[in-house]
């Protein structure tokens, strides 16, 4: 029986912050990973643990870069905004996935033995 929330493969979840933040503009952290969950239809399930991981990881790179403001909610909180060098990444990470899953979607519509008539 298939899980209710989808295991992400490695970097996927890097590509979904920073697509989020180049669509969104500047967040925090539990902005980004509530509209992560909400685009996925909840599909994706980020604890806070997750989500932070990777900001600290694309931070390390230079891809985005933070800086503290206050919440919605009026609390303090790391806001976290793309760079140059992320909008780059996130382009060629988006061409890289495109190619994948259009492959992906070829080799899973081809008919398997079992789906043929016996002759």
Known sequence: MPSSKLDLLQGTLDLMVLHTLAAMGSLHGYGIARRIEQVSGNQVLLNQG??????VRLDQRGWIASSWGVSGNNRKA??????KAGRRKLAADAEYWGRITGVMDRV????????????
Do not use: R
């Not at 790391?78 to 760079?83: A, E, L």
């Not at 899973?108 to 002759?119: I, N």
């Open 50 to 55: 997750t989500i932070y991981a990777s900001l």
């Open 78 to 83: 790391k806001f976290y905004s793309i760079t």
């Open 108 to 119: 899973l519509a081809m008919g398997t033995v079992a789906d043929e008539e016996p002759a």
